[in-house]
């Protein structure tokens, strides 16, 4: 008869970012991860899932051999396969946070189709203490620096979004905020000269995978006139930390928390 079996919550999960992977494991869902993409590095048991791609280049055949009954993706930079998955009658359930508030809502979204709704809301409460500890403690600053988060080098790209209310959070001002509402990197390009102009305290980048050359930074034309350059506050930002929007980005918060804070007690 029709009903009469018991209805489940995924039991087999393929995870195409390194945030969803996170998550899963995070609210203890993480036996079921079947499959990773290669940016999953948190936790450490991520390591030992099967890989099935990058960011965006994923292969449709070593998804399926995995018999996932949920994908999890994120945006639509990864709109590609999830129309082939869908095709393939695979469910899935993508996600398209672009600030911390809807980090925290894609948590707990995921959490109620995993059937892990309780630790979803704990793992949230978690997260918003931290980030409350970090802003009261920020508060008390006199002045809040300047700030140029470069998401890329060529073109220069600003941070989106959530990593401009992590500066704010953290301490900072970021000096091109009036884009951070623009959630296409194109939309982010900034002139060099522009960066001059707003002549940035401190210098944040996190190049999409890429080590920072922070000494090409500083040879730019006309960028030995911004004070971050002047200074030395040109810091490179691990991508897991700021580029991935889930948990870890209270880490990236952290540390440009420390950073300015450091900033503070030199200036």
Same mark, same amino acid.
């Given at each position: 008869m029709y009903g009469t079996s018991r209805a489940e919550f =995924? &039991?087999?999960?393929v995870c195409l970012t390194a945030e969803t992977a996170e998550i899963a494991f995070l609210l203890g869902a993480g036996e079921?991860?079947?499959g990773v993409p290669g940016t999953a590095h948190r936790p450490e048991a991520a390591h030992e899932k099967a890989r099935v791609g990058g960011f965006t280049t994923f292969r449709l055949d070593k998804i399926l051999a995995l018999e996932p009954d949920l994908v999890l993706a994120f945006s639509d930079l990864q709109r590609d396969i999830v129309r082939d998955l869908i095709g393939a009658g695979v469910p899935v359930l993508?996600?398209?946070? &672009?600030?911390?508030?809807d980090v925290l809502n894609a948590i707990l979204l995921i959490g109620g189709a995993l059937g892990c709704e309780q630790r979803a809301r704990e793992l949230i409460g978690d997260m918003q203490d931290e980030l409350r500890q970090v802003r009261e403690y920020s508060a008390a600053w006199p002045d809040r620096p300047r700030v140029y988060f470069e998401e890329w080098m060529d073109p220069l790209i600003s941070g989106i979004r959530w990593v401009s209310e992590a500066i704010e959070i953290a301490g900072g001002r970021d000096v091109f905020a009036e884009l951070r509402d623009e959630p296409a990197a194109p939309d982010r390009i900034v002139a060099s000269d522009a960066v001059v102009e707003r002549d940035p305290q401190i210098i944040l980048a996190s190049w999409c995978g890429k080590p920072v050359d922070v000494a090409a930074i500083r040879r &730019? =034309?006309?960028?030995d006139q911004v004070?971050?350059?002047?200074?030395?506050?040109?810091?490179?930002?691990d991508g897991?930390?700021?580029?991935? =929007?889930g948990p870890s980005l209270v880490h990236g918060v952290r540390r440009i928390h420390e950073i300015i804070q450091t900033f503070h007690a030199t200036g």
């Open positions: =995924p &039991r087999r999960i079921r991860v079947a993508c996600t398209n946070q &672009r600030s911390f508030d &730019r =034309p006309g960028w004070a971050a350059v002047k200074t030395s506050q040109i810091y490179e930002i897991a930390d700021i580029l991935a =929007p």
